[in-house]
């Protein structure tokens, strides 16, 4: 049995990069995720797991990988890791960080160009033959330039959209436990959630998910937004209650929402599909070619230092491997 084991087939330059240091590996070749009983099994004797976010890291799943010294995650947030019960494990976790910061603010970009201007409806509008001529009420959206941005985690994702929005000289809002000097030298103002959402036009959420930030985003929040807001999500989909989303799109208390995540991924809350109000992406922020290879990499270099003895880079849980 080989000692690493990847749980979805990713880009080659990682597995590179094990086949170069002479390290095995067996794969889940499947383009799928693995059930919870797979998984159980697969992890068997292994001394190292490169796993995704869909992976669902339990400690039953670690205990079934007796030995395993870390669990690798493709991906920046961690939510589908137990990280304390692999730190009581002494097994090592990391993530991929700073990577697909570029990569997921561009993505939110599209995002917010596309809703706020209404592309995707008016693509569909185009296509399906009901353009018949220029009209003056014809698909009219939000304006960007000028208006009034507000970042919801203002860290190294938040920052990058807010790097992008210098260039349509938009005032920025933002909410953090902690000043951020850099959006403050760029003029922006730290303020509490609710203000934020009161004063924004557009709203994109850039917060982990964790006990505090589950439904962070729910009919309170929703009633609070301006009836022209538009709501981006490109951070985890439970940050937001769906349900009371679909609420408030189809009855207009906010504008549109552009969406890459989901509260229950794959599924969609009962209603949102139907919406000519929201744009929806499959979970691609940090799908480019660069940058998903560079992930990869990251992954495997985290696994090559594990097995060489070597302290992670990107360790998550430093307390597993004190002592």
Request: glycine fraction near 8%; include cysteine; proline fraction near 5%.
């Amino acid at each position: 049995m080989a000692p690493v084991y990847v749980t979805r087939r990713i880009p080659d330059s990682g597995l590179d990069m094990l086949r170069e240091a002479g390290v095995e590996f067996d794969m889940n070749e499947d383009d799928r995720v693995l059930e919870p009983a797979e998984m159980l099994d697969v992890v068997k004797g292994r001394e190292a797991v490169l796993c995704l976010l869909t992976d669902r890291i339990t400690p039953e799943v670690m205990d079934a990988a007796a030995g395993v010294k870390i669990f690798a995650n493709y991906a920046v947030g961690y939510d589908n890791i137990d990280v304390a019960a692999a730190t009581e494990r002494g097994i090592a976790v990391t993530n991929t960080p700073g990577i697909l910061t570029d990569t997921t603010a561009d993505m939110t970009w599209a995002l917010l160009m596309s809703t706020g201007r209404r592309i995707v409806e008016a693509d569909t509008y185009t296509r399906t033959g009901k353009f018949t001529g220029w009209g003056p009420m014809l698909l009219l959206g939000q304006d960007i330039t000028n208006a009034t941005l507000g970042i919801v985690g203002a860290g190294r994702i938040g920052s990058a959209v807010a790097r992008r929005a210098a260039g349509f000289d938009m005032r920025i809002l933002y909410t953090k436990t902690t000043p951020n000097p850099e959006l403050d030298a760029q003029g922006a103002e730290q303020v509490e959630l609710d203000e934020l959402l009161k004063r924004s036009d557009f709203v994109s959420l850039h917060t982990p998910l964790n006990d505090q930030t589950r439904h962070l985003i729910g009919e309170r929040e929703l009633n609070l937004m301006k009836s022209s807001a538009v709501l981006i999500n490109t951070a985890r989909g439970p940050v937001v209650d769906e349900d009371a989303l679909v609420v408030a799109l189809r009855e207009k208390r906010i504008a549109a929402a552009g969406f890459d995540v989901y509260e229950s991924e794959p599924a969609l809350a009962d209603g949102l599909a139907d919406l000519p109000n929201v744009v929806l992406a499959p979970h691609i922020a940090s799908a480019s070619t660069g940058t998903r290879g560079k992930m990869a990499e990251m992954c495997a270099g985290e696994i090559l230092r594990v097995l060489s003895g070597e302290r992670p880079v990107n360790l998550l849980n430093p307390e597993a491997l004190s002592g």
